[in-house]
């Protein structure tokens, strides 16, 4: 009795496949976003068709389409593209609804609950550091008011030191040392030389402790949240300067641990790509 069911192709029944995009086109919409960064902050036509293994009339619709709806601008005069509004306009978002402090929020409170202290975590903003979340340790929050959206100035605590000590001297020259710098204490550096030494250390040791420099009640150790080599912010435990003082060195190997489990959370998924613009 002959067969009649229709021949199929590809691999038998219970072969194994590798993983495929669910949406090939989105996907290479997404990587190709994905692509713009600081290294590399523009990409032409010829570079995407190039890098993506793409025809050029392929990557250019790829390019219009991101460009179409705002995640992409192009220069008129070089013909290449960077990212546009609505990048911008989808991060703010993400961060306003509470998408990034539900994002750190666990690795925060385990870091309270070991240290016995209070736990945030802080961004860049301009010549400051935000609060954006934090967690509250055994005894309960350190100010009657919450501390997310809190600003630390650059040049004083820890907080802030441990984020401007990572940048480029040029870049951190340019940021502090063209305007004022306030006192909120008798410990608050406001000299350049003395300032860069405490930068100096951060990247030498990898964390800052302060006592008083910006809060006269508060002491502070923090270290560097980087994504690859690049820091974009800080992991902190504050307390008053007796509940840190004693502990300062205990807690050093808790909150390094902690700051590379917020970079590896904070690190988007890149994927490889290879010929035809495919990624894996």
Same mark, same amino acid.
Request: proline share 8%.
């Given at each position: 009795?002959?067969?009649?069911?229709?021949?199929?192709?590809?691999?038998?029944?219970?072969?194994?496949?590798?993983?495929?995009?669910?949406?090939?086109?989105?996907?290479?919409?997404?990587?190709?976003?994905?692509?713009?960064?600081?290294?590399?902050?523009?990409?032409?036509?010829?570079?995407?068709?190039?890098?993506?293994?793409?025809?050029?009339?392929?990557?250019?619709?790829?390019?219009?389409?991101?460009?179409?709806?705002?995640?992409?601008?192009?220069?008129?005069?070089?013909?290449?593209?960077?990212?546009?509004?609505?990048?911008?306009?989808?991060?703010?978002?993400?961060?306003?609804?509470?998408?990034?402090?539900?994002?750190?929020?666990?690795?925060?409170?385990?870091?309270?609950?070991?240290?016995?202290?209070?736990?945030?975590?802080?961004?860049?903003?301009?010549?400051?550091?935000?609060?954006?979340?934090?967690?509250?340790? %055994?005894?309960?929050? +350190? $100010?009657?008011?919450?501390?997310? /959206?809190? !600003?630390?100035?650059?040049?004083?605590?820890? *907080?802030? &030191?441990?984020?401007?000590?990572?940048?480029?001297?040029?870049?951190?020259?340019?940021?502090?040392?063209?305007?004022?710098?306030?006192?909120?204490?008798?410990?608050?550096?406001?000299?350049?030389?003395?300032?860069?030494?405490?930068?100096?250390?951060?990247?030498?040791?990898?964390?800052?402790?302060?006592?008083?420099?910006?809060?006269?009640?508060?002491?502070?150790?923090?270290?560097?949240?980087?994504?690859?080599?690049?820091?974009?912010?800080?992991?902190?435990?504050?307390?008053?300067?007796?509940?840190?003082?004693?502990?300062?060195?205990?807690? %050093?190997?808790?909150? +390094? $641990?902690?700051?590379?489990?917020? /970079?590896? !959370?904070?690190?988007?998924?890149?994927?490889? *790509?290879? &010929?035809?613009?495919?990624?894996?």
């Amino acid at each position: 009795m002959s067969d009649n069911r229709p021949a199929t192709s590809g691999p038998p029944p219970g072969a194994a496949q590798a993983p495929r995009p669910p949406l090939q086109t989105a996907d290479r919409l997404l990587s190709l976003l994905q692509s713009f960064d600081r290294d590399r902050p523009e990409w032409g036509v010829s570079d995407v068709a190039k890098e993506f293994g793409l025809d050029k009339s392929v990557a250019q619709r790829l390019l219009a389409a991101l460009a179409y709806r705002g995640f992409l601008v192009s220069d008129p005069r070089s013909r290449r593209y960077r990212l546009g509004p609505a990048v911008w306009d989808l991060a703010r978002g993400w961060e306003r609804d509470g998408g990034l402090a539900g994002l750190v929020m666990p690795v925060l409170q385990r870091l309270a609950d070991e240290s016995d202290a209070s736990a945030l975590f802080a961004v860049p903003d301009g010549i400051h550091l935000r609060c954006v979340a934090a967690a509250d340790g %055994v005894h309960g929050p +350190l $100010r009657v008011h919450g501390l997310a /959206g809190e !600003l630390y100035p650059a040049h004083a605590g820890a *907080t802030s &030191r441990a984020y401007f000590g990572m940048l480029p001297p040029e870049d951190r020259a340019a940021l502090l040392y063209s305007r004022p710098m306030g006192r909120f204490g008798g410990r608050t550096l406001t000299d350049p030389a003395a300032l860069e030494e405490r930068f100096a250390e951060v990247r030498r040791v990898g964390y800052a402790y302060s006592e008083g420099e910006y809060d006269p009640e508060t002491a502070a150790l923090a270290a560097p949240v980087a994504v690859g080599r690049r820091a974009v912010g800080t992991l902190s435990v504050v307390g008053s300067h007796e509940a840190l003082r004693s502990r300062r060195a205990g807690l %050093v190997a808790p909150l +390094l $641990r902690s700051a590379a489990d917020l /970079g590896r !959370l904070l690190t988007p998924r890149r994927p490889r *790509t290879v &010929r035809g613009g495919e990624a894996r």
